[in-house]
């Protein structure tokens, strides 16, 4: 595609050099420029894109997309000075890959809590319609029969056009995508063809980045001015009802959800259990019962979301209680590990206050022993919300371990302490284990009978994060392996 072809619709202070050359990529990360690549030059947190011009011209750029007044030598090469280098990329990775989300339905998945799990319920009733679907999102992105591993929740711009390319070339007729707080400031999802927003609710994350909750709300805010035709949004939410609010007079649909508030989709004759909630799901056009597999009153709101989603497709109740009721479970949401012992081990993502707390309170319906938390906190992330994090815990969990989980740069000992100072105002029945497999072997050695184990905070995470270093951890494998051992040992 000719250079000319792919600046459409930029907005340009200057160019030097030709625009009738053939490219054949793009790139901002000059390690993995090609030979005829466009190199977007994006200033970073850590790192300006501008300082390794020269290495991305010696790997075979020859444009390149800035923002600052550079000099270079070779006199082949095309230089496109912009406003804003991160809305630039996305603007031509999507002209250089065919502006693919204007060829399928893209719905858009954001708030604290719940994306992932909408995402995959939502795939499941839109493939009961009969509809091929992609997603994009915390767990990889779905394209066909693969999974693609993504290290953030939503993926910079390039990678996120060249994943709706090849979902066209699948014949993907919908894509699913969880679109986060930072994708939204950092203009990852612009030039996206957004057809529906969905929110799922707002508490208390990201403040590391975003410094304020309204800073945070404000980011979220964005996704539902870039649909062009339903905004699908959780009525019970404070949040949810100023999206309503702040985008009336837009000229599309908005459908809400809800438990409590009078909503267009809701849910009644709610009854909790240990392996999943029944509900009637109620709709303009009519009401059904559902028997969903996953506990809790969030799955509930979950439920109702990817709901709403395909009632606005036309898509019937029968379709979606069939949609609904085949998802068995979700990798690391409310995710029950199978220990043929009289208690339980429950794994889930829960790593902020308010979702401890929904997965706290839903195991508080059904437990009959002792609720026995497993839980830290991540390092270089907001640490203000560790103390409200053990707060929380201590509030509804009989006893508490508070452990690693993700320390990055920082010393786990030092998060595991800031965890504590919240659950001593609540709670004097914890444990200090800083090595997360010594916690989770302690919890279980020390299961009694009736006793709900929640391993939180690292969900469907495969590894653990150290300084550098990716090691792997699959909480799942390392219940099982403990319990094995025990068998062992009871045997001799």
């Known amino acids: 595609m000719k250079i000319k072809n792919i600046i459409k619709g930029l907005e340009v202070e200057k160019i030097y050099g030709s625009l009738e050359k053939d490219i054949k990529g793009i790139s901002y990360d000059s390690r993995k420029v090609g030979s005829n690549y466009v190199f977007v030059a994006i200033e970073g947190f850590e790192s300006d894109g501008h300082k390794y011009i020269d290495q991305a011209i010696e790997k075979g750029a020859t444009a390149l997309v800035v923002t600052k007044d550079i000099k270079v030598d070779e006199e082949n090469i095309t230089v ?31 708030g604290t809590n719940g994306k992932t799990s909408i995402t995959y319920l939502v795939k499941s009733i839109l493939e009961k319609a009969n509809m091929k679907i992609g997603i994009i999102g915390t767990m990889g992105s779905v394209i066909g029969d693969e999974l693609f591993n993504t290290s953030n929740t939503t993926p910079e711009s390039l990678l996120i056009q060249e994943y709706l390319y090849h979902m066209i070339e699948e014949e993907t007729k919908a894509c ?107 709709t303009p056009k009519g009401s059904i019962d559902i028997l969903f597999n996953i506990p809790g009153e969030f799955s509930v709101y979950n439920a109702l979301a990817a709901a709403s989603c395909a009632y606005y497709y036309g898509i ?35 790593h902020t206050p308010d979702g401890l707390e929904k997965v706290l309170t839903t195991i508080r319906q059904f437990s009959e022993g002792r609720v026995v938390a497993v839980f830290g906190a991540g ?21 508490l371990i508070v452990t690693s989980d993700n320390p990055r740069h920082e010393e786990p000992g030092r998060i595991v302490d800031d965890v504590i100072e919240g659950v001593k105002k609540v709670n004097k029945n ?8 010594e916690a989770i072997e302690y919890a279980i050695k020390n ?37 094995k051992k025990m068998e062992k040992q009871a045997i001799y």
Do not use: W
């Open 80 to 110: 496109i000075k912009v406003k804003d280098t991160r809305d630039s990329l996305a603007r031509i990775s999507s002209n250089f890959y065919g502006n693919p989300s204007e060829k399928m339905k893209l719905i858009g998945v954001t």
């Open 176 to 282: 699913v995508m969880e679109v986060s707080s930072h994708s939204l400031d950092l203009k990852r999802v612009e030039y996206c063809n957004f057809d529906i927003g969905i929110f799922t609710n707002l508490s208390r994350d990201h403040l590391d980045y975003h410094n304020t909750i309204e800073n945070y709300f404000n980011a979220k805010l964005k996704l539902f001015y870039m649909t062009d035709k339903c905004n699908i949004i959780n009525i019970d939410d404070i949040y949810g009802r100023r999206i309503v609010e702040e985008t009336k007079d837009l000229d599309i649909s908005t459908i809400t959800y809800g438990i409590v508030e009078k909503a267009t989709i809701y849910a009644t004759d709610i009854e909790y259990h240990l392996n999943g909630v029944d509900f009637k799901l109620n």
């Open 316 to 350: 019937g109740l029968n379709t979606i209680k069939e949609g609904l009721q085949s998802v068995k479970g979700i990798k690391g949401r409310f995710e029950i590990v199978p220990t043929n012992r009289d208690f339980s081990v429950i794994i889930d993502f829960a």
């Open 379 to 399: 390092g270089n992330r907001d640490r203000t919300k560790r103390p409200i994090m053990g707060e929380t815990v201590g509030k509804y969990a009989d006893f």
């Open 430 to 437: 914890y444990i200090k284990i800083v090595d997360r497999k």
């Open 447 to 483: 299961a009694r009978s009736k006793d709900i184990i929640l391993l939180a905070g690292k969900g469907h995470e495969t590894y653990t994060i150290i300084g550098d270093e990716v090691l792997p951890f699959d909480e799942r494998q390392i219940v099982l392996d403990i319990l």
